[in-house]
Structures are given as C-alpha cells and as structure tokens.
C-alpha cells in the first residue's frame, strides 16, 4: 500500500497509469459504445467526415473501427508477449542465480546464446515460414519465447545477490525446499524488478508485432496497428499525403508504448531509493 | 554423556574460487567439539570463522579433509539441522521481510519430518517468546522491520527455544546489539545450555567475552586454527603472537578482571 502511495506521487506514474489504462479502456468498452464494422462503408480512402472521424483505408473501411481493433490486438499482442517472456525469463534467472555453478553457467551460456541471435531476425524467418495460419497468437508466442533474455538477465543478478543472504541461510534451515525458497524468499524481494521488466517486455512487444506487420510478416487472422501500417505502405498511401491512413495508427503505438515506459522509468525512482529525491 | 564428540574436524580446508584467486577460507583445521560444551571461536574479521560455523551447519562443504557429526559425514541436511541450528549476526536480514514474525517462528517447525499440532506449534511459538521475555502479544502481527535490533536478536534466539536443537551455532550473535542486550543474550545462550543441555558454538571477536561463557576457546586466524584450550590456559599463557595481539585489544576495564 505504501509502495502504491508513493507511486501516486510520482506525476509520471500517474500519466503513464492514466494513458495506459485509457487505452486498455478504449481497446475494452470502446466496441460498446462504436459500431464498429469490418464492412465497407465508403469510397477507397475518403477523407475524414463527420461520419467517419478517421476516414477510410483502401478498402473503404472505418478507421475508427480498424483502430479500435488494432488496439486490442496489439494490446493483446503486447501482454501475451511479456507474460510468456517474463515467465521464461523469471524461471531461467532466478534458478540459474540461486542454484550458481554448473547450472548457471548452462543457463546463462544459454541467455546468451539467444542474445547474440538477433531476436528480430529470428521472429521475421519464423513468421515467413508460416504461409497460413499465421495468428496474432502465434507471433505473441514468438516473440515472447525471442525476447526473455532482458528478463533472465535482470533477474538472475538479483537473484545471485540475494542467495547469500542470511534469511536464505535460515530458510534452508528451516527445512524449506529450494522451489520455497525461491518462491517465498527471493521472489518477494526481486518482484518490483520483475514487474519493471514485464512492462518492458509488454512494450518491446508491441513495437515488435508492429514492426512485424509493417513488413508484411504480421498476423493474417486479424487487423492490427502493425497491419494497418503495412496496407498504408503497400498501397502508397504515405506517398500521396493520405495522412489519415498511418498517422492515427502511429500516434496510438507512441501513445501506447510511451505509457509504459513513463510507468517503468517512474517505478524504477520509486523503487530504487537513490534515485528518489 | 559429557565427553562424547560431536563435531570432529580432520585436516578439514574449505577454498573458493579457482587457480591463481583461490582464496582459502578455511585452512586444515583439526578439533573437536564435546557434547554439552561452550566452545568459542575467536579471531578477527575475515579469519574464517563464520565459514567454518557454515560448515558445522552444513550450508558449505570442506573441499578436502573430512568432517563428521556424531561420527558420521554430513549428508542428509534435512536430519542435521533438526539438531544444530544457528543464529546469526544481523536479526534483520535473517527474517523474510514480507512475512509475519510469528508465522517465520512457525514455519522453522518445516524442518521436522512430521509436524506436531498446530495448537502445540503455536503453543511453542508462545513458550519460545515468553522465554526470551517477550509476551506474545507484544509480536502480534508484526514485521521484521515494526522491531527493534534487540528485539529481532530476541527473536532468531525463540526460533532456537521453538527448535531446541542439541547444538546451536551462534555467529557474533551480540555484536550488533548494546551491552545491555547483549547481557541478556548471553543470559538466554547460559539458559540454553542449562535447562535444555545445548551444545553452543559461540562465534565472536571479543575474546574477553569469549573467555565468559566457553568452556573451551579455539583461536582463529588467516582460516587456521592457531591456538585452543581452556579459557584460562589461553588467556593467561598464549602461545601464538596473535593470541597476544586479541587480548591486547581489549579494552583495559576487561583486562583486570581478567588478571582478578
């Protein structure tokens, strides 16, 4: 609760909380309150009318409504990457910095391996070798199992600083087995770090699907910020100064991802006392 | 019952790291601790008694030289420390910061095989705190960090009175409290031996209180054994140079009553 009341001082946190949580608002109740239609409404790219707010993409779509629905993709998209990517990352640290020896120079060598590869590299040969069936599930999955790395790193040089620590010495005592340990007295005391990664992995996530999809590598099954942006660039919409075809779209990404780096950048003062004033 | 050895350290050296930057913690020691006895081990900072008390405890293992409780190598911890346990030097970083201080004297009855009751761990927890003069309410829902130094000191000695183990290891368990505690600290750790017959190691760099409570004092330097005996024989003969030096560091006050 402390910890929460100190975050509502930073006005940083509060932006960043209040930008995020209006996007998921929007993302969430938005399709209550707008029809929102997949169908043609309208000419290939008319212009904003009072309508039509956003105007419409080549196919004569809604933009409002593709936003709408790219939102939640992305959304999603970014979510289900960072928890897959926290979790695998969490796991291969915590254990491989608490166990030491052996066992962590193996995970770590392993870390390293998938730093050296270049994630996105990875994620474009992937997403090219699925021709059909390629869904905003599958790329949340890889990019979540591509980008954990940040995740194992921070964490496992908490978890090594806090192995020798003499509460573990008595949790050992006490009998605890070491998934207790791990658990019970470790986790508590790294999850403000855990959490600051999550919200980067929920970013890099989200950037990433929306590189993805610009590049034509994006899901099939769905509209998202990404695939909106790569319809603008196939069509050349960017060329003939439609702006309302890649502007909105972009804005919403920026929007999106500078949330939650505020939400990191102020946690990361109010978790680390000297950087707090 | 007196005599028996508990503890027998052969040749036993504990190393860490590799090559050029191995450092040896601890360096072929030998000696043996009795059953029901106070044996201080004394030396100064970085001399390696805290690593050789882990090693009693078993949370570090000899790298060569063999090392036995009751006549046999450590090898099932969960059994080990149902016997020996330890209390160590700073009571705050030895509690989980996100838990009660009732539930962690709780839950140090995890090491036993099968639980007693939970009315009869609750009742020892009371015990525990009412013999460390604590009331139990006076810990009530408290965190480690609602306490104070001398409290939580307090407290890691009732996890001891909730365990009652047949040795404890206490590593500098008084050097972070003030004298008056620490009076009291010693008043529990006498209790301890007495009313439940505890075999104590008592960790420390004060040989003058050292020469208090043991019954036998073992000098520690540079992860070397250099020096054991009865409290007297140390003190008033001191054979290595570096024996002088510890007594000489004491502060004058101890000093004559020493010579008394």
Known sequence: MKLLKNLLKSPMFVIGALLFL????????????????????????????????????????????????GLRSSLFVGLLAGVIATTIGTLVGIYGGFRGGVVDDVLNMLTNL??????????????????????????????????????ARAVRAQSAALKSKDHISLAKLNGDSTLRVLLVHILPYIFSYVFMVFILQVSS?????AAISMIGLGPLDTVSLGTILNQAKNTGALGDGIWWA????????TLLVFALYLINTSMEGVFNPRLRK | MQNDILFEAKNCACKFGHGKKVVKAVDDV???????????????????????????????????????????????YQVHWREVQAVFQDPFSCFNQFFTIRSQLKSAFGIYKEKPSNFEMEDRVDQALLAVNVKPSEVEGKYPFELSGGQMQRMLLARIFVLRPKVLIADEPTSMVDACVRANILDYL?????????????????IGLAYYVSDRLFIMHKGKIIEQGAPDDVTQRPKSEHTVQLLEDIPEIHKEWIKR
């Open chain 2, 30 to 76: 030998t000696f043996d601790i009795k059953d029901g006895e106070i044996v201080s081990l004394v030396g100064g900072s970085g001399c390696g008694k805290s690593v050789l008390a882990k090693m009693m405890l078993g949370l570090h293992h000899p790298t060569s030289g063999a090392f036995t409780y009751k006549g046999e190598p450590i090898t099932d």
């Open chain 1, 22 to 69: 209006s996007t998921l608002l929007i993302a969430l109740l938005g399709p209550v309150f707008y029809k929102v239609t997949m169908e043609r409404v309208g000419a290939q790219y008319g212009a904003p009318t009072a309508q039509f707010l956003l105007g419409l993409d080549d196919l004569g779509r809604d933009y409002v409504s593709l936003l709408l629905r």
């Open chain 1, 114 to 151: 998938f730093v050296v590869i270049p994630s996105f590299v990875v994620l474009i040969l992937i997403s090219a070798s699925f021709k059909e069936g390629r869904s905003l599930t599958l790329i949340g999955v890889i990019i979540g199992m591509t980008t954990w790395t940040w995740s």
């Open chain 1, 205 to 209: 996530g989200i950037l990433s699907e």
């Open chain 2, 190 to 206: 006498m209790k301890l031996k007495e009313e439940l017959s505890m075999t104590i190691v008592f960790i420390t760099h004060d």
């Open chain 1, 246 to 253: 890649f502007i909105p779209a972009t804005v919403v990404i």
